[in-house]
């Protein structure tokens, strides 16, 4: 990979998770995504290149839950049926709240560095979620992404 497409989100959830401690990702067979590769391939390659997207990225495209160019997988949330809405609104918050450019690319060392700068918009941007779950959100992110700059 040269490239890759990328949701804000899905960086972060990839960041986090690193944070976490997960050194190495796997398959999910029952979705049938390649968050496991695209999360290996950032995790290993510090300088791949990133372009943003608030559409279907690289993760998404061979989901099973991926159909008809939106994610159908459901969201328990107020407002939010779908994980399609839900996502773009984060995502469209992330762009925001981080001056963030999608007709740009970004290294993943730079974009993780940007984050880390401005990690407290993670309060901002998932406030629908509960305090304890941003909070935890945040500090795991914060983890991953020291880990990852190091």
């Known amino acids: 990979m040269t490239e890759i497409m990328i949701k804000p989100h899905h960086f972060m959830d990839i ?13 999910d067979e029952g979705m049938g995504h390649d968050f496991y590769k695209v999360a290996n391939e950032i995790i290993k390659n510090h300088q791949i290149q990133l372009q943003l997207t608030i559409e279907a990225d690289d993760i998404c495209h061979p989901c099973r839950m991926y159909q008809n160019q939106m994610c159908i997988d459901k969201v328990y949330k107020p407002n939010y049926e779908y994980k399609h809405d839900y996502n ?22 730079e974009l ?28 795991l992110f914060v983890l991953g992404a020291q880990k990852f700059s190091e």
């Open 112 to 139: 993780c560095r940007l984050m880390l700068e401005h990690h407290d918009c993670i309060f901002q941007v998932w406030h629908e979620e509960d305090d304890i779950i941003i909070q935890k959100r945040h500090d």
């Open 15 to 27: 960041i986090k998770l690193y944070g976490s401690g997960v050194e190495v990702f796997v398959p």
């Open 88 to 109: 773009q609104m984060l995502d469209k918050r992330l762009i925001e709240k981080l001056n963030l450019c999608i007709e740009s690319n970004y290294s993943a060392d």
